[in-house]
């Protein structure tokens, strides 16, 4: 399984809970040909991993983990929650000069707060949240610093837990907006994560769901990475197969890393 997983969670994260070498340790054993770490790095105070970035410990964790890496390529990034209004205060707290990838992830939207919980969708109603949340997501890829768009579309978490449906169609709902949005990724070179994190959810798809990364590659985009969203047992690496068959169905041949900031095709045939 030629797969370079771009987002995984050590327990130098809040929310997770395994160490960066026995990650890399078991990617190895599972045939795994990259790990793309990231930790937290989140400065909105409603976020649960709130603070909770150190930069210092986070490298020691990291060279440790390299130690475990028996040919397997391990890759520093981190996840900036709203960077387009945090860049400023994460640039305090990390030198993006020293990893080799960015991912910008949006897990709030300012009027209505976090959204991966049930606790946003009793404000409005579902269609006002989640055109909030594509135009916010908008503005985070137009204005950031940063390599990857993390799990777009992520509020079916939240709209999931609440007991609502999810399985409507965003470029059927919304297909300017988010025309807007996967043009800003590759007008800026940004890509487009496929998170199967949501596979083991109540919404049992991925983010972004299929019929966006269809629209995706008929608009000419072709940076894709795949993630699991790893944060703890029993969920290591969860999914990847069924993304990277995914992107095959759609037409896909190959994913990106990111080496330096710089990005790096690999075939996933």
Not at 175 to 202: H, W
Not at 257 to 269: D, K, Q
Request: hydrophobic share 40%; net charge negative.
């Amino acid at each position: 399984m030629a797969i370079i997983d771009m987002h995984v969670h050590t327990d130098d994260s809040p929310d997770a809970d395994i160490p960066a070498a026995t990650l890399l340790a078991r990617a190895a054993a599972e045939g795994l040909a990259g790990v793309g770490f990231v930790a937290h790095l989140d400065l909105n105070p409603d976020d649960y991993c709130y603070g909770g970035f150190n930069a210092e410990g986070y490298k020691r964790s990291l060279v440790r983990a390299e130690e475990k890496a028996q040919g397997t390529l391990l890759l520093r990034g981190i996840e900036v929650g709203e960077p387009h209004r945090f860049e400023d205060a994460a640039a305090k707290v990390a030198d993006y000069s020293k990893f080799d990838f960015i991912t910008g992830a949006l897990h709030a939207v300012r009027e209505g707060g976090m959204v991966l919980g049930p606790e946003a969708w009793g404000r409005s109603t579902p269609e006002e949240i989640i055109r909030e949340y594509i135009s916010e997501t908008l503005e985070m890829t137009t204005t950031a610093d940063m390599d990857v768009l993390a799990h777009f579309g992520l509020f079916r978490r939240g709209m999931a837990m609440a007991g609502l449906d999810t399985s409507f169609d965003e470029t059927d709902l919304f297909p300017e907006e988010v025309d807007a949005v996967l043009g800003a990724l590759i007008e800026r070179k940004i890509a487009l994560e496929v998170n199967t994190s949501g596979l083991r959810r109540l919404e049992k798809t991925t983010y972004p769901i299929p019929s966006v990364i269809r629209r995706y590659r008929q608009m000419g985009g072709r940076m894709i990475t795949l993630g699991s969203d790893t944060h703890r047992e029993p969920w290591v690496f969860y999914g990847l197969e069924e993304g990277r068959k995914l992107l095959l169905e759609i037409g896909f041949s190959e994913a990106y890393t990111f080496v330096n900031r710089t990005p790096e095709s690999y075939s996933i045939i």
